[in-house]
């Protein structure tokens, strides 16, 4: 009995003192499924948008998954329907080859591509506007919203933007007593 006794004291004073981790992000950053994001509010061409993702620890983000296509979330970051942000797809390497700045191809199942016009189009202007290097370069987003997630548009990626960058989120240590 005072085995059994001296067991359960230690398991009961032992729960006290959880050590557990938790993700967490520094601060400007929002957490989101692990990860952590970073929406600016200064524009910029991709290419600089990537720069200063970089300088930040991070990368223009990757969307993984439909959970990771934050859109909704991005709406109430955007002031109207042309406010729209950097993610980190182009194919200026090669055109039609959709890669994210990881290198890793575009997974078509996990394409939000824009319906009005067909998207990705490529467009290299009309009306005295003249794009030789053709659009190579993403943006998401739309205030006034598509339901399914639909909001990716490819454009000149020397436009000026707003972006989001990602990163991993750090991990803290919590312990409840």
């Known amino acids: 009995v005072k085995f059994i006794y001296k067991q359960l004291q230690w398991s009961l004073y ?23 994001y970073y929406f600016s509010t200064s524009k910029s061409t991709w290419y600089q948008s990537r720069d200063y993702c970089r300088c930040k620890g991070g990368d223009l983000v990757k969307i993984d998954s ?10 109430q970051k955007m002031n109207n329907d042309h406010d729209v942000f950097w993610i980190g797809l182009t194919d200026s390497k090669e055109e039609g080859k959709w890669l994210w700045v990881d290198d ?14 067909k998207q990705p189009d490529n467009w290299t202007g009309n009306n005295g506007e003249n794009l030789p290097e053709g659009e190579d370069c993403v943006v998401m987003g739309k205030k006034s919203g598509a339901d399914d997630l639909k909001c990716w548009v490819d454009v000149f990626c020397k436009r000026n933007y707003k972006s989001i960058c990602e990163k991993s989120a750090e991990t803290g240590r919590v312990t409840r007593v």
Do not use: Y
């Open 14 to 36: 032992s729960n006290l003192f959880i050590d557990d981790t938790c993700p967490k992000c520094e601060e400007g950053w929002e957490l989101h499924g692990g990860k952590c």
């Open 104 to 117: 890793s191809p575009l997974n078509t199942s996990l394409a939000f591509w824009g319906d009005t016009p």
């Open 66 to 75: 439909r959970e990771e296509q934050v859109e909704k979330h991005l709406r």
